[in-house]
């Protein structure tokens, strides 16, 4: 299984980006995705999840209002589109598929995770 995240660069504080979370060797569509963040210098953390359905997703606070997390099944993929970026934001960003449809399966204990994308944003 693997999943390849994509989407990062570099903008400028108040811009937006759309990571991609394209997976092979599992069907997405049965499983609960997150992405999360690495800062430099800070441990990583969770940022935005969503169900196997789409119907369910969960943001963290420092991104609710300005992150949407969303899933293609057809395509294999979930995206996150970044709007009003901070130079708070910057962070290797990563996504993981959980081992059920749930959320909180990849909140809890991801089963894979994909290889990252630096995001950075100027201020």
């Known amino acids: 299984v693997q999943l390849q995240a994509s989407g990062g660069g570099l903008v400028q504080a108040g811009g937006s980006l759309r990571l991609s979370c394209a997976a092979s060797?599992?069907?997405?569509?049965?499983?609960?995705v997150g992405w999360f963040r690495q800062a430099p210098g800070k441990e990583r953390e969770f940022v935005a999840g969503?169900?196997?359905?789409?119907?369910?997703?969960y943001y963290v606070d420092a991104v609710k209002g300005r992150f949407t997390i969303s899933r293609d099944n057809a395509k294999n993929t979930v995206f996150l589109r970044m709007n009003s970026l901070k130079p708070d934001d910057t962070a290797v960003y990563y996504c993981?598929?959980?081992?059920?449809?749930?959320?909180?399966?990849?909140?809890?204990?991801?089963?894979?995770w994909g290889q990252g994308t630096q995001v950075t944003v100027s201020s």
């Open positions: 060797g599992r069907t997405l569509s049965k499983y609960a």
């Open positions: 969503i169900s196997w359905s789409g119907d369910s997703t």
């Open positions: 993981a598929s959980g081992a059920t449809g749930f959320i909180a399966s990849v909140l809890a204990d991801p089963e894979y």
